[in-house]
């Protein structure tokens, strides 16, 4: 076999499979997964390695390789954010309940709305998960299998990534919180004064399991 | 006079003891539901909420729902459901427990109550740690100017579970939105009442009531009944005029009677 | 003038001033000149002499700074183009008939196009369900047992995999789509009732059968 002819099938040199995957995710805003690089990119390339590199290449400079999920995006480091007043999208303020209610939706996935109301005490009102849904920080996961099969409420990649995280297990104080036992689903000795009509599951505690 | 800076003391505590209860009571729209307004009541015991007494925090919030009644201020429903709670798990902590009670002690339900306070303020941390984080499009950004020149153009389409869903809502709810058109299906017009009361009135020697000559089917609903006795009524009307039917009714809202006019 | 005070006027190091226009180069949605980066920079830096080194930082990569009129930008690197073919793929949002069609099969299914006429009280047309079988995300189910052996049609797995579900069972339900706010009570000004009202053709449906 001729060394040309070889070349024709190898996979491009590590220091080229790094270009490509720069060029790839340079070009778009969304974060883009590895089995999609993989896909664009020549038969052969090994896009997870590729990125090692590059992660490292970028590190400490004005903007950095982050991860999202199963994803990758470049982004601006955060320390630089003062000087792009000018890129800021306004965004609507969130009110307390829609802030109180993500924070519930994102420690205690998946959590059905019965829980979310047990923890904050009052009605999760019709516009907060509507508004979470359309920011597309919120979705529905998958029905507990209890009586009446509830629908369950997780957070999703926008959300991770609007926030600049790598998945749900990196917000902050999760473990702490988890140790103080203050994300298990207690079952009250008795109905107490909010009505839930489905029963604590224990099986909640398999919380992200991925 | 020290005995009167000490009364001046007291009576300055007093007052500001009271003006906070009422700064309390007048923001308590700002509470959002009565766990809320518990945890904000908690912070006077300034100790941390593991060693929270419950008991105490039970007289605080029963204090304030009667200043707040006191006051006239009108309470949601679960905040009187929750002072109903409190005042039942008050006793219950101050009495001994009857020999042979079934169901959790008074102080699994405190202590329930104290890990609800907990978590609502770790949750209320958490979120504020969580909003406190650098975000996109605020302190860290993507790509100003996506990439996407290219030859090879391809249309695909789109669509959110939202989408999906709103959709299914529509469908699923299109019979509640009809747009407003007469409903003839329980309309019975007056040609059709003469129509009838004109086969009918041969029959009718003795005085007898309209009611019974209503078409069978059209007393099930009161808009059918109602549409087939004023078509009825104008019918019977016109036909007394051209002297067919004679019709009497003893006072006013009695029943209408007819029966085979002179001619 | 003390050491400390004279550091709060001078310009960051030129490493720093790099990573900085690093940053507004990548977040900017147009290309920006010289004398914006300066403006936009702290006082007393040096964006052109930044830019140099960026742009030398940026030679043989997957992306490159390149020069437009007055003014720069980051462009993927020319010989890499092949890899963006994909990014240009035109995504329109499907047709109210075709979400309404989907949303029926999704929550009904196996169902025959005379079940999905029946609900959307409107003739389903022919291209409708042709879109969405070459969206792969219908697909034919088995026939109906009843006179005519109707074909029946169900979602499948890349249906599930494009809506974040993990099972058509976990669709919420018309309660809890009210309970999430999902469903006004109030028809929408925003899709008035008269859109896509073709007559309703009973006699239509054979036309489709097979």
């Keep these: ?210 | 006079m020290a005995e009167q800076d000490d009364w001046i003391e007291a009576e300055r505590n007093a007052t500001a003891e009271r003006l906070a209860a009422e700064a309390l009571i007048v923001d308590v729209d700002g509470f959002e539901g009565p766990l809320d307004l518990l945890l904000t009541l908690s912070r006077t015991q300034k100790v941390d909420l593991r060693r929270i007494s419950v008991l105490q925090l039970a007289e605080q919030y029963l204090a304030f729902i009667n200043r707040a009644a006191s006051l006239r201020i009108e309470l949601a429903a679960d905040y009187l459901v929750m002072a109903a709670w409190l005042a039942f798990l008050k006793s219950r902590l101050l009495l001994p427990p009857e020999p042979g009670e079934a169901g959790p002690s008074a102080e699994d339900l405190a202590a329930h109550l104290a890990f609800q306070l907990e978590r609502l303020q770790a949750m209320r941390e958490a979120a504020a740690r969580l909003m406190g984080r650098d975000q996109l499009a605020r302190d860290f950004f993507a790509r100003g100017l996506p990439e996407g020149i290219s030859l090879h153009r391809k249309v695909t389409y789109d669509a959110s579970l939202l989408d999906l869903m709103r959709a299914y809502a529509r469908l699923r709810t299109k019979d509640e939105f009809r747009p407003f058109v007469l409903d003839r299906k329980h309309v019975f017009t007056m040609e059709q009442a003469l129509e009838r009361m004109r086969g009918l009135i041969g029959y009718v020697g003795e005085w007898a009531d309209l009611q019974s000559f209503l078409p069978d089917g059209w007393d099930v609903s009161p808009m059918a009944r109602r549409s087939a006795t004023a078509a009825h009524f104008a019918a019977i009307l016109e036909m007394a005029k051209r002297g067919q039917v004679a019709i009497r009714q003893s006072e006013t809202f009695a029943p209408i009677q007819i029966r085979r006019g002179p001619e």
Tied chains: 1, 3.
Excluded: N
């Design chain 1, 1 to 210: 076999m001729s060394e040309q002819e070889q070349s024709l099938f190898a996979a491009p040199p590590m220091g080229e499979q790094e270009r490509m995957v720069e060029a790839i995710l340079f070009a778009s805003t969304e974060p883009v997964t590895v089995a999609e690089l993989r896909s664009r990119m020549p038969h052969g390339c090994d896009p997870a390695e590729a990125l090692a590199y590059l992660r490292k290449r970028y590190e400490g400079r004005g903007v950095h390789v982050v991860k999202v999920g199963d994803a990758f995006a470049f982004r601006t480091a955060a320390d630089l954010g003062f000087l792009m007043s000018r890129e800021t999208v306004e965004t609507r303020k969130l009110s307390r309940a829609a802030i109180e209610t993500l924070a519930i939706i994102a420690y205690h996935q998946p959590v059905t709305r019965t829980e979310i109301e047990e923890i904050r005490g009052v009605a999760v009102s019709r516009g907060t998960i509507d508004l979470l849904m359309e920011l597309e920080w919120i979705r529905f996961g998958r029905r507990r299998m209890t009586p009446g099969r509830p629908v369950t409420f997780v957070v999703t990649d926008s959300f991770l990534d609007h926030f600049g995280l790598e998945s749900a297990r990196d917000l902050p104080g999760i473990k702490e919180l988890r140790a103080a036992g203050l994300l298990d689903s207690r079952p009250s000795p008795m109905a107490p004064p909010s009505e839930d009509e489905d029963e604590p599951q224990p099986g909640q505690s398999e919380l992200f399991e991925d």
